[in-house]
């Protein structure tokens, strides 16, 4: 299983995930011209795509869904909640899924899991080929048990590392989208996202991304070390997912 990031933050979000013949497209929060262009940076073409999975409906991960969707016919899985928040011309091509139960699309395993975050049904999950699991989790507020158990010896993570608190606080956001944006229902800061990493087991794990971090209110040089210590590794072993670039084709291997 291979996967890669097309670019990550409040500007856009969209991330690959790749096994077999079989490739998803997790969000698409750039136009559908951006989000071609950003594949074939990766050396991928969008007609191999084989479905888009959709997190949530807020702009920085639905933007170029529907156009990307209709011009490839791709098939476009999401909750109720969140289908219910897609336009209209998409209907034919959603796939409804319980954010409770694992479906496949062909050769990749989908584990959805509910994450407290202010949408109508938004999910995060563990995508699994069998043999290795990758946790995908942005966009909420807080942790759960339940995701705590969901991503408990994954082999990969790509972590939301939103925000310093202290970067926020003092940064020129106004009251009430600092309050958005740390409050249980917003994005996870530095500190709760190392917490989980410290209270999950990590014993499997390949690969470590931070994600979605807020170009305003935090730097990789704040994120880097804190997860460093939470996991006990090398600062140059913790990986960082750019608003502009991504990052590149990563991939899980057998030892
Ligand atoms: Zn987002
Ligand atoms: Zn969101």
Same mark, same amino acid.
């Given at each position: ?8 933050? /409040? ?10 013949? *079989? ?7 750039? !136009? ?11 050396? #991928? ?23 990307? &969707? ?20 998409? #209907? ?5 899924? %319980? ?6 699309? &062909? ?15 938004? /999910?995060?999950?563990?995508? !699994? ?8 989790? *942005? ?21 939301? &590392? ?18 958005? =944006? %740390? ?10 996202? &190392? ?13 470590? =991304? ?44 057998? !030892?």
């Amino acid at each position: 299983m291979r996967f890669a990031s097309l670019g990550s933050g /409040s500007r856009g979000n969209a991330t690959i995930i790749s096994h077999g013949k *079989t490739t998803v497209l997790v969000d698409c929060g750039f !136009s559908a011209r951006e989000t071609e262009k950003r594949l074939q940076r990766i050396a #991928f073409d969008a007609s191999e795509l084989s479905a888009i999975v959709v997190t949530h409906e807020h702009a920085d991960h639905i933007n170029g869904v529907r156009v990307l &969707a209709r011009k490839y016919q791709l098939p476009v899985y999401a909750t109720a909640g969140t289908a219910g928040c897609l336009t209209a011309d998409v #209907f034919d091509l959603i796939h409804e899924f %319980s954010c409770h139960e694992t479906f496949s699309i &062909a050769d990749i395993e989908v584990t959805p899991f509910p994450v407290p975050h202010d949408a109508r049904e938004p /999910s995060q999950f563990v995508f !699994s080929n069998g043999l290795h699991r990758l946790g995908l989790l *942005t966009d909420l507020g807080m942790t759960t048990p339940v995701i705590e158990q969901a991503l408990t010896l994954c082999d990969a993570l790509l972590l939301e &590392a939103n925000h310093d608190m202290t970067m926020l606080d003092s940064g020129d956001y106004p009251d009430h989208l600092k309050y958005r =944006v %740390s409050g249980r229902l917003g994005h996870l800061n530095n500190v709760q996202s &190392a917490k989980l990493l410290e209270k999950i087991d990590t014993s499997r794990l390949q690969h470590i =991304v931070a994600m979605h971090l807020s170009e305003k209110n935090n730097s990789p040089n704040i994120v880097a070390p804190l997860f460093a210590e939470a996991l006990n590794c090398e600062q140059s072993w913790i990986g960082l997912a750019e608003q502009e670039t991504g990052f590149d084709w990563r991939e899980l291997t057998t !030892s």
